[in-house]
DNA sequence: CGCTTATATATCGATTCGATATATCGAATC
DNA sequence: GATTCGATATATCGAATCGATATATAAGCG
């Protein structure tokens, strides 16, 4: 999670550690620790995917290598990795580094787990309601009604992407119904 | 945050370490790794905030002691708590069991941090829209704008909630501006 | 120069996660 | 009634992350 944003900062540009995690702040992401942020660059670093630019001081910046590229590229597109809001939104960030033709995949799954979480909710909310004066206090009864439509907003924000997605490339958006999606491991 | 939700778990009813994963889930929080849980529940049976109120085979009932009751009357309130969603989602789902006098302190706290958010995201939103041909592509675009409505969306949720309270608290509503809330460290 | 603040890297202990191991129970099958 | 099997339940392990703290460097200022 952490090594997949610092590839995907350093594939834009060089930086350094400080500038790493400023960024990641700027974007609205997360501002990560220190204790997570320099283990990260050095597993990185001692996996050959990332090597250092230049270094003033103790100012070192990074660079991502052609193994750090490759790395990057299969982590775009991993249907095994997190499915938590964050994770997601970092993938979004860097979608444009990810093929054309499988950018919708990435929407699509997230889409699906929305759907899910959706159902969850409403489930929930049905139960709860049905014996509110019992122990369904109304705070709780706020938070399901507030999830149940944070996730119908997140759902329709992301039909949108991938409609103009579709838009774009015409070729998928006539034939939606590509199933077999299924490639081995 | 783990032993928050525990303590406030148990404090509806007794229950066993697999149904406290299990109510998690229901309510739509999130399902805890149990390397997580039952480490948690052993911190805090040893620090004797919980204890076993029955057993049947491996299967072991816990419920809240008073020491217990007393440090989650604490947590409830704690300023110097986790600021992140789930926390204060957790917050919320036991905010029943906070002084009510005291209730409209949390959704305020809350609020303040969503409005903090908002600012950042807007500036990030601003500064990318000026250079969009350069560097921010339409989906880290996309990712911003998203991020300021779900950050609106969610104060407007918050207002809703902070003036239902003062509606039934009255004596809070005529004088909110008691701006003094400072009290040393 | 000496003081303070901002920048930057690093490390520590505690918490959480994901994976995996192990135990128990009830229902189905023989 | 013994056995197998899947669901339930507890436990543990290594790795990732966090929050706090330590330390070094550079920059600004009297």
Redesign the interface.
């Known amino acids: 999670m952490l090594e997949f944003a610092i590839l995907g900062l350093l594939r834009?540009q060089p930086r350094h550690g400080y500038e790493l995690r400023r960024t990641l702040a700027?974007?609205?992401f997360w501002s990560v620790s220190f204790g997570s942020l320099y283990p990260a660059i050095k597993r990185l670093e001692k996996a050959g995917l990332i090597a250092v630019k230049s270094q003033s001081g103790r100012r070192k910046s990074y660079r991502v290598t052609r193994e750090g590229e490759e790395h990057f590229a299969e982590l775009l597109n991993d249907e095994t990795m997190a499915n938590d809001e964050r994770s997601f939104?970092l993938r979004?960030?860097f979608?444009?580094y990810l093929d054309p033709d499988t950018r919708i995949d990435v929407l699509e799954r997230r889409r699906a787990h929305m759907v899910e979480r959706l159902a969850?909710?409403r489930d929930?909310l049905k139960r709860g309601a049905e014996r509110t004066k019992e122990?369904m206090?109304r705070?709780?009864l706020?938070?399901?009604e507030?999830?149940v439509?944070?996730a119908e907003?997140d759902i329709a924000?992301l039909d949108e992407?991938i409609e103009t997605e579709r838009a774009e490339r015409p070729q998928r958006a006539t034939r939606p119904r590509r199933k077999s999606t299924r490639r081995g491991t």
């Open positions: 834009e700027d974007l609205g939104n979004l960030a979608l444009r969850v909710a929930a122990r206090d705070y709780t706020a938070l399901m507030h999830g439509a944070s907003a924000w992407l």
